[in-house]
Protein backbone atom coordinates (compact mmCIF):
# COMPACT_ATOMS: atom_id res chain seq x y z
CA UNK A 1 0.00 0.00 0.00
CA UNK A 2 0.84 3.74 -0.43
CA UNK A 3 -0.45 6.75 0.76
CA UNK A 4 -2.40 8.61 -2.09
CA UNK A 5 -5.79 10.76 -1.96
CA UNK A 6 -7.95 9.59 -3.55
CA UNK A 7 -7.21 5.92 -2.42
CA UNK A 8 -9.31 3.34 -2.35
CA UNK A 9 -8.06 1.24 0.67
CA UNK A 10 -8.33 2.03 3.77
CA UNK A 11 -6.51 -0.10 6.76
CA UNK A 12 -6.78 -0.55 10.66
CA UNK A 13 -4.47 -0.29 13.58
CA UNK A 14 -3.00 -3.94 12.41
CA UNK A 15 -2.75 -3.35 8.63
CA UNK A 16 -5.73 -5.34 8.13
CA UNK A 17 -7.80 -3.86 5.02
CA UNK A 18 -11.11 -2.98 6.44
CA UNK A 19 -12.36 -1.36 3.60
CA UNK A 20 -12.14 -1.33 -0.56
CA UNK A 21 -13.30 0.95 -3.29
CA UNK A 22 -12.09 0.28 -6.51
CA UNK A 23 -13.44 3.49 -8.15
CA UNK A 24 -11.90 5.72 -6.08
CA UNK A 25 -15.33 7.81 -4.86
CA UNK A 26 -14.65 7.64 -1.45
CA UNK A 27 -12.29 10.30 -0.70
CA UNK A 28 -12.07 8.96 3.44
CA UNK A 29 -9.44 6.43 2.05
CA UNK A 30 -6.02 7.18 2.08
CA UNK A 31 -4.21 4.23 0.33
CA UNK A 32 -3.80 2.71 -3.07
CA UNK A 33 -2.75 -0.53 -3.67
CA UNK A 34 0.47 -1.05 -5.82
CA UNK A 35 -0.25 -4.09 -7.46
CA UNK A 36 1.93 -6.42 -5.49
CA UNK A 37 0.18 -9.25 -3.90
CA UNK A 38 0.74 -12.61 -2.22
CA UNK A 39 -2.25 -14.91 -1.77
CA UNK A 40 -3.40 -18.52 -0.79
CA UNK A 41 -4.61 -20.05 -3.90
CA UNK A 42 -7.62 -21.95 -2.22
CA UNK A 43 -8.44 -19.78 -0.39
CA UNK A 44 -8.68 -16.74 -2.60
CA UNK A 45 -10.63 -19.31 -5.17
CA UNK A 46 -13.16 -19.59 -2.34
CA UNK A 47 -14.57 -16.32 -2.90
CA UNK A 48 -14.90 -16.94 -6.89
CA UNK A 49 -18.94 -17.50 -7.24
CA UNK A 50 -18.83 -16.72 -10.95
CA UNK A 51 -15.64 -17.16 -13.07
CA UNK A 52 -15.99 -13.96 -15.16
CA UNK A 53 -15.88 -11.14 -12.08
CA UNK A 54 -12.87 -8.76 -11.96
CA UNK A 55 -10.77 -9.56 -9.24
CA UNK A 56 -11.29 -6.18 -8.05
CA UNK A 57 -14.94 -7.55 -6.94
CA UNK A 58 -13.10 -10.63 -5.02
CA UNK A 59 -11.23 -8.20 -3.39
CA UNK A 60 -14.01 -6.40 -2.14
CA UNK A 61 -15.32 -9.50 -0.74
CA UNK A 62 -12.39 -10.61 0.84
CA UNK A 63 -12.42 -7.03 2.59
CA UNK A 64 -15.53 -7.66 4.31
CA UNK A 65 -14.28 -10.67 5.99
CA UNK A 66 -11.05 -9.06 6.96
CA UNK A 67 -8.74 -11.70 4.72
CA UNK A 68 -6.54 -9.15 3.55
CA UNK A 69 -3.76 -7.46 5.31
CA UNK A 70 -0.99 -4.70 3.42
CA UNK A 71 2.48 -3.95 4.13
CA UNK A 72 2.71 0.35 4.06
CA UNK A 73 5.58 1.03 1.74
CA UNK A 74 6.77 4.77 2.34
CA UNK A 75 9.08 5.09 -0.46
CA UNK A 76 7.82 6.63 -3.47
CA UNK A 77 6.65 4.36 -6.40
CA UNK A 78 6.94 4.66 -10.08
CA UNK A 79 4.84 3.65 -13.07
CA UNK A 80 5.10 3.87 -16.37
CA UNK A 81 1.37 3.84 -16.76
CA UNK A 82 1.51 7.40 -19.44
CA UNK A 83 5.16 9.21 -21.25
CA UNK A 84 5.66 11.80 -17.99
CA UNK A 85 5.80 8.98 -15.71
CA UNK A 86 7.56 6.65 -17.79
CA UNK A 87 10.29 9.58 -18.15
CA UNK A 88 10.42 10.29 -14.67
CA UNK A 89 10.69 6.22 -13.83
CA UNK A 90 13.48 6.05 -16.12
CA UNK A 91 15.67 8.72 -14.51
CA UNK A 92 14.35 6.87 -11.32
CA UNK A 93 16.33 3.78 -12.84
CA UNK A 94 19.01 4.81 -13.84
CA UNK A 95 22.33 4.50 -11.55
CA UNK A 96 23.43 7.59 -9.88
CA UNK A 97 26.83 8.09 -7.43
CA UNK A 98 24.88 9.37 -4.27
CA UNK A 99 26.22 8.99 -1.58
CA UNK A 100 23.73 9.92 1.89
CA UNK A 101 25.87 11.73 4.47
CA UNK A 102 25.05 12.20 8.25
CA UNK A 103 26.31 15.80 9.23
CA UNK A 104 27.53 15.71 13.09
CA UNK A 105 30.56 14.06 13.64
CA UNK A 106 31.45 12.77 9.87
CA UNK A 107 31.25 16.33 8.39
CA UNK A 108 32.24 18.40 11.19
CA UNK A 109 33.05 17.79 14.68
CA UNK A 110 30.46 16.72 17.56
CA UNK A 111 29.44 19.85 20.02
CA UNK A 112 29.59 18.00 23.86
CA UNK A 113 27.16 15.56 24.56
CA UNK A 114 23.49 17.65 25.21
CA UNK A 115 25.26 20.61 23.25
CA UNK A 116 24.70 21.31 19.72
CA UNK A 117 26.66 23.28 16.73
CA UNK A 118 24.79 26.77 16.97
CA UNK A 119 26.74 28.92 15.17
CA UNK A 120 29.22 28.67 11.77
CA UNK A 121 32.33 29.82 14.01
CA UNK A 122 31.29 26.53 15.86
CA UNK A 123 31.80 24.65 13.16
CA UNK A 124 34.71 22.23 12.43
CA UNK A 125 35.11 20.21 9.68
CA UNK A 126 36.89 16.70 10.10
CA UNK A 127 39.79 16.27 7.84
CA UNK A 128 39.78 13.35 6.75
CA UNK A 129 36.53 12.96 6.06
CA UNK A 130 36.75 16.58 4.13
CA UNK A 131 39.17 14.63 2.04
CA UNK A 132 37.40 11.81 1.60
CA UNK A 133 34.72 13.76 0.67
CA UNK A 134 36.73 15.35 -1.82
CA UNK A 135 38.65 12.86 -3.18
CA UNK A 136 34.69 10.53 -3.96
CA UNK A 137 33.90 14.52 -5.76
CA UNK A 138 36.82 13.70 -8.34
CA UNK A 139 35.19 10.30 -9.10
CA UNK A 140 31.97 12.07 -10.27
CA UNK A 141 30.11 11.69 -6.66
CA UNK A 142 27.67 13.72 -4.87
CA UNK A 143 26.23 13.96 -1.30
CA UNK A 144 22.85 14.58 0.34
CA UNK A 145 23.14 15.08 3.87
CA UNK A 146 20.88 13.93 5.98
CA UNK A 147 20.94 15.39 9.61
CA UNK A 148 19.03 15.29 13.02
CA UNK A 149 18.92 18.89 14.84
CA UNK A 150 16.47 18.39 17.82
CA UNK A 151 18.69 21.32 18.78
CA UNK A 152 15.88 23.40 16.92
CA UNK A 153 13.18 22.05 19.18
CA UNK A 154 15.03 22.87 22.31
CA UNK A 155 15.70 25.87 21.30
CA UNK A 156 19.15 26.06 21.76
CA UNK A 157 19.69 26.36 17.71
CA UNK A 158 17.87 29.12 15.84
CA UNK A 159 16.85 28.11 12.65
CA UNK A 160 17.82 31.05 10.88
CA UNK A 161 21.58 30.15 12.31
CA UNK A 162 21.26 26.71 10.73
CA UNK A 163 20.57 28.20 7.69
CA UNK A 164 23.77 30.17 7.66
CA UNK A 165 26.36 27.39 8.72
CA UNK A 166 24.34 25.11 6.03
CA UNK A 167 25.13 27.93 3.23
CA UNK A 168 28.44 28.54 4.55
CA UNK A 169 29.43 24.68 4.18
CA UNK A 170 28.28 23.90 0.96
CA UNK A 171 30.44 27.16 -0.28
CA UNK A 172 33.59 25.62 1.32
CA UNK A 173 33.03 22.31 -0.21
CA UNK A 174 31.77 24.41 -3.81
CA UNK A 175 35.27 25.79 -3.98
CA UNK A 176 36.98 22.52 -3.37
CA UNK A 177 34.59 20.92 -5.93
CA UNK A 178 32.02 19.32 -3.64
CA UNK A 179 28.86 18.89 -4.62
CA UNK A 180 26.05 19.26 -2.12
CA UNK A 181 22.76 18.20 -3.78
CA UNK A 182 20.58 18.83 -0.84
CA UNK A 183 20.35 19.01 2.88
CA UNK A 184 17.35 17.36 4.61
CA UNK A 185 16.98 18.36 8.33
CA UNK A 186 14.91 16.91 11.24
CA UNK A 187 14.26 20.00 13.74
CA UNK A 188 11.93 17.95 15.89
CA UNK A 189 12.52 16.95 19.50
CA UNK A 190 12.78 12.74 19.86
CA UNK A 191 9.95 12.83 21.57
CA UNK A 192 8.06 14.00 18.76
CA UNK A 193 7.76 10.83 17.29
CA UNK A 194 8.31 11.81 14.18
CA UNK A 195 9.08 9.55 10.57
CA UNK A 196 11.82 12.02 9.76
CA UNK A 197 14.18 11.34 12.58
CA UNK A 198 16.77 8.76 12.44
CA UNK A 199 16.62 6.18 13.54
CA UNK A 200 13.02 6.67 11.19
CA UNK A 201 13.62 6.77 7.51
CA UNK A 202 11.48 9.66 6.43
CA UNK A 203 14.32 11.96 5.24
CA UNK A 204 15.91 9.41 3.03
CA UNK A 205 12.52 8.54 1.63
CA UNK A 206 11.92 12.39 0.54
CA UNK A 207 15.95 12.42 -0.76
CA UNK A 208 14.69 9.23 -3.04
CA UNK A 209 11.36 11.03 -4.20
CA UNK A 210 12.96 14.67 -4.80
CA UNK A 211 16.09 13.50 -6.33
CA UNK A 212 14.79 10.47 -8.26
CA UNK A 213 18.07 7.77 -6.74
CA UNK A 214 17.35 3.88 -5.72
CA UNK A 215 17.77 3.85 -2.17
CA UNK A 216 18.69 0.66 -2.82
CA UNK A 217 21.33 1.47 -4.71
CA UNK A 218 23.16 3.75 -2.63
CA UNK A 219 24.73 4.76 0.65
CA UNK A 220 24.68 6.45 4.03
CA UNK A 221 27.83 7.12 6.17
CA UNK A 222 27.09 7.86 9.56
CA UNK A 223 28.72 7.87 13.37
CA UNK A 224 25.47 6.65 14.89
CA UNK A 225 23.55 3.60 15.43
CA UNK A 226 20.41 5.43 14.47
CA UNK A 227 22.35 6.09 10.63
CA UNK A 228 22.51 2.27 9.77
CA UNK A 229 19.10 1.87 11.59
CA UNK A 230 17.77 4.14 9.60
CA UNK A 231 19.52 2.85 6.70
CA UNK A 232 17.59 -0.44 7.00
CA UNK A 233 14.18 0.95 7.16
CA UNK A 234 15.24 2.33 3.93
CA UNK A 235 16.34 -0.80 1.83
CA UNK A 236 19.39 1.70 2.09
CA UNK A 237 23.46 0.10 2.98
CA UNK A 238 25.55 1.71 5.57
CA UNK A 239 28.79 2.22 6.52
CA UNK A 240 29.76 3.02 10.06
CA UNK A 241 32.65 5.51 11.37
CA UNK A 242 32.91 4.83 15.04
CA UNK A 243 34.14 1.84 17.47
CA UNK A 244 32.57 -1.19 16.89
CA UNK A 245 31.21 -1.96 20.19
CA UNK A 246 28.44 0.87 19.43
CA UNK A 247 26.81 -1.48 17.39
CA UNK A 248 26.05 -4.53 19.35
CA UNK A 249 22.65 -3.96 20.00
CA UNK A 250 21.94 -3.19 15.99
CA UNK A 251 20.08 -6.67 14.65
CA UNK A 252 22.19 -8.23 11.66
CA UNK A 253 20.28 -6.96 8.81
CA UNK A 254 21.10 -3.67 10.26
CA UNK A 255 24.84 -3.89 10.34
CA UNK A 256 27.06 -1.96 8.35
CA UNK A 257 29.35 -3.40 5.56
CA UNK A 258 32.02 -1.14 7.21
CA UNK A 259 33.17 0.17 9.93
CA UNK A 260 36.28 2.53 10.65
CA UNK A 261 36.93 5.37 12.46
CA UNK A 262 37.71 7.71 9.04
CA UNK A 263 36.30 7.99 5.97
CA UNK A 264 39.36 8.07 4.12
CA UNK A 265 40.13 4.16 5.22
CA UNK A 266 36.16 3.75 3.74
CA UNK A 267 36.82 4.62 0.25
CA UNK A 268 37.79 1.11 -1.50
CA UNK A 269 34.41 0.56 0.29
CA UNK A 270 32.41 2.86 -1.51
CA UNK A 271 34.05 1.86 -4.63
CA UNK A 272 33.82 -1.79 -4.90
CA UNK A 273 30.08 -0.98 -3.53
CA UNK A 274 29.05 1.23 -6.49
CA UNK A 275 31.08 -0.86 -9.06
CA UNK A 276 29.34 -3.73 -7.81
CA UNK A 277 25.72 -2.25 -8.83
CA UNK A 278 23.92 -3.22 -12.03
CA UNK A 279 24.99 -0.75 -14.91
CA UNK A 280 27.57 0.82 -13.06
CA UNK A 281 28.50 4.18 -13.58
CA UNK A 282 32.06 3.55 -12.11
CA UNK A 283 34.85 2.06 -14.82
Known amino acids: MHKKKPGNISLDKTDIVNKYNNNRSDLS ?4 EIGYMIVEKNKT ?26 WIHRDEYHSISDPERW ?28 EYIS ?13 AMKYLAQ ?3 QF ?32 QGVEILDIYVC ?8 FCRKPNPGMLFQASKEHLFRLDQTLLVGDDPRDCQAAEKAACTSIFLGETAKLKHLTSEE ?14 TILEYFLALPNSKIS
Open 29 to 32: LKYV
Open 45 to 70: LAFYTDPDCSFSSILQKMTTQNEISA
Open 87 to 114: KKTDEYLSPKKIILIDRDGVINSKAPRG
Open 119 to 131: RWEDFEFIQENYE
Open 139 to 141: EGF
Open 144 to 175: IVISNQAGIARGTVKYDELERIHKNMEDEFQQ
Open 187 to 194: PHHWDEGC
Open 255 to 268: QPIYTSTSMLDSID
